[in-house]
């Protein structure tokens, strides 16, 4: 259990964020979590403490000095995430949605930390406990990563008073961004950074041109072009809903600055919230440096307020995943139908039939053909192989396998170089050596089978007694029979190299090197069944008319009773 999911499982109990901090112990990336007493102030230059309501989760970037950021590398970065998100009528919390294989949120704090801030500050109210569970897990990406627990006071400038209460005094620039803005790149909020730096800005504000500003906040901007206020829709004058250039709420604020203004502000408004937007003003009365940076790239500004938006959004990205990938050397026959995650990895000559879905961790090699209708997680596919219309998750597919069609490749399988897992076969911690062959409707669970080796159609390998699980070790070279039963057992059933089994068998005990084992019954033909018991049926006439043709061209012909024909003139067994 990680040290993340400890905490949970404290907080999950906790009605209220109480106070850790981050000791130098910092076992895989996390922050070892300490109770902590409130009330102190934070001071970097001793052991940090923080006050109630912050919780670190990774430590800050341990090397550095505090407080001495460059133009581009901001002091903190604020992501807030206190919002209920009720237009998306779920029980999940917005931020916690996912797109292209990651949560908004996980989207949100990742473009920001590439910015490598000093500080990353997640600020959180509603369903405190899942989104900071969801932040734990993903702590280890991220360093200095801390939570700030909003207060019930409203609103976007209270939050980012929050997240700032969350870190010791700073100097620099504070960026604040929001965690169900998914589409935010780093290469932007560098672009807010460096314009914020060369200009001497006080505040830089990313605002963007729509054609349709309904319900954003409006840029006013003066006769020579100077921002001086934003104004929330709910509070705008018709000429002000005029504007169609909007505020995306994304800043950089000199910290002083922001610090200073957030202390004055008030809920006198329409909604009776402390708007984060109203500091641009307060700054501007003060004589500070205000002004914007209009992105062209308006998808990167939106962000998610319902189900509708979510695929919206998911869909663009996912657009520009593919076309990415594209430019990097990938076929992608049907960008319309197919979906990668951002997380995925892909090389160069890789082909991307209709309806292909690529999630997590998923790498696929170069010559590989995936599709068409297969959806792969953490799958790695190796060079040159292929898969039709299958399905797999936690798996290897080495180097020229083939897969497919309808084939199900559950976790631990691994399928080695050259080797087949064919129509209709379920597959399950199999390792299935170079160049072995599953070709048809089986399944294979709890196997190791060895080199150039072929199972059969419709053989399984019975892994399962109702209790208990049990393995199967096939050797190299063996041929297991069509309709073989393998039944695992501990220690496991072995088939030796070289081995066969016969097709029907149920095998239960090791079958040695080179031995063939048959474990089915000997036929039996029951001569003149059909004749007396289905008389005038279609068999029986069907029969009828084989035999007197037979009897036509060889008088004597007949049939043993194990189906053979018998020679001319051997009477047989009867
Ligand atoms: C078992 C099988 C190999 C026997 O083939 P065959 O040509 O009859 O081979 P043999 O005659 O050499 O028989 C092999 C041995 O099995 C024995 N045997 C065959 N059928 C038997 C039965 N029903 N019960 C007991 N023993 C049997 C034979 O007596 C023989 O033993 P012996 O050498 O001591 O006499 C064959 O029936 C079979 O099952 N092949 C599997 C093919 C298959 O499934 N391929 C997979 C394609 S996807």
């Known amino acids: 259990m990680s040290r993340g999911r400890l905490l949970m499982g404290h907080w ?3 009605p209220r964020l109480v106070c850790w901090q981050g000791p130098p112990d910092f076992e895989s990336g996390l922050a070892t979590l300490v109770r902590f007493q409130p009330g102190e102030r934070p001071d970097r230059a001793v052991t940090p403490t923080w006050p109630e309501g912050i919780l670190a989760l990774s430590p800050a970037n341990a090397d550095e000095e505090p407080t001495v950021v460059s133009q581009t590398r901001p002091a903190a970065v604020i992501v807030l995430a206190a919002g209920e998100g009720t237009r998306m009528k779920s029980a999940t919390p917005k931020v916690l949605h996912r797109m292209c294989g990651r949560s908004l949120l996980e989207h949100a704090v990742l473009a920001a930390a590439d910015l490598e801030p000093e500080h990353l500050v997640v600020v959180v109210r509603h369903a405190r406990d899942q989104v900071t569970a969801h932040l734990a897990e993903i702590a280890e990406q991220v360093a200095g990563l801390v939570v700030a627990d909003q207060d019930e006071v409203s609103g976007t400038g209270r939050a980012v008073q929050c997240g700032l209460r969350a870190l010791p005094p700073l ?13 935010l790149s780093t290469a932007t909020l560098r ?21 349709d500003p309904t319900g954003y906040g409006r840029v006013r901007r003066d006769d020579s072009g100077t921002v001086v206020a934003i104004v929330e829709h709910k509070d705008a004058s018709d000429l002000e809903r005029a504007i169609t250039e909007i505020n995306s709420g994304i800043y950089a604020f000199d910290a002083t600055v922001l610090d200073t203004a957030l202390g004055k502000l008030d809920g006198n408004n329409a909604a009776g919230e402390r708007y984060l937007t109203d500091v641009l003003a307060l700054a501007r009365a003060e004589g500070h440096r205000v002004a914007a940076v209009v992105t062209e790239d308006v998808w990167e500004t939106e962000g998610v307020n319902d189900r509708v938006q979510l695929a919206r959004l998911g869909a663009e990205l996912n657009r520009r995943v593919l076309q990415r990938w594209m430019l990097e050397g990938v076929t992608v026959v049907d960008p319309a139908t197919t979906w990668v995650d951002v997380t995925v990895r892909l090389e160069p000559d890789v082909t991307l039939l209709p309806g292909v879905q690529l999630h997590g961790g998923t790498r696929v090699a170069a010559h590989a053909v995936i599709g068409p209708d297969s959806t792969l997680t953490d799958v790695t596919v190796g060079c040159g192989a292929s898969v039709v219309r299958s399905h797999g998750s936690d ?5 020229d396998a083939k897969v497919g069609p309808f084939s199900y490749l559950r976790p631990g399988t691994r399928l080695g170089a050259g080797g087949k897992i064919g129509a209709f076969v379920e597959t399950k911690n199999a390792d299935i050596g170079a160049g072995s062959k599953v070709p048809h409707l089986s399944y294979v669970g709890d196997a190791e089978i060895g080199e150039g080796s072929n199972i059969g159609a419709a053989t399984v390998f019975v892994n399962y007694d109702g209790a208990a699980k049990h393995r199967t070790i096939v050797g190299d070279h063996v041929r297991i029979g069509s309709d ?19 097709a029907g068998s149920v095998i239960t005990g090791d079958v040695p090197p080179g031995a063939i084992a048959v474990a089915r019954g000997q036929q039996r033909n029951v001569e003149g069944w059909v004749a007396r018991r289905r008389a005038g049926s279609a068999s029986a006439q069907a029969a009828a ?5 037979e009897a036509a061209a060889d008088p004597r012909t007949a049939y043993d009773v194990h189906g053979d024909r018998r020679p001319a003139g051997d009477p047989g067994q009867e």
């Open 545 to 549: 008319a084989a035999q007197a043709r």
């Open 12 to 14: 999950a109990s906790s």
């Open 171 to 183: 100097s620099g620039t504070v960026v604040v961004t929001y965690g169900d803005v998914p589409l």
């Open 395 to 399: 798996a290897v597919i080495e180097a």
């Open 484 to 502: 073989t039963m393998l039944v695992g057992k501990t220690p496991p059933l072995v088939v030796g190299d070289g081995a066969y089994t016969a």
């Open 191 to 211: 672009g807010l950074l460096e314009e914020h730096g060369e200009r001497g800005n006080a505040v830089t504000v990313l605002t963007a041109e729509v054609a």
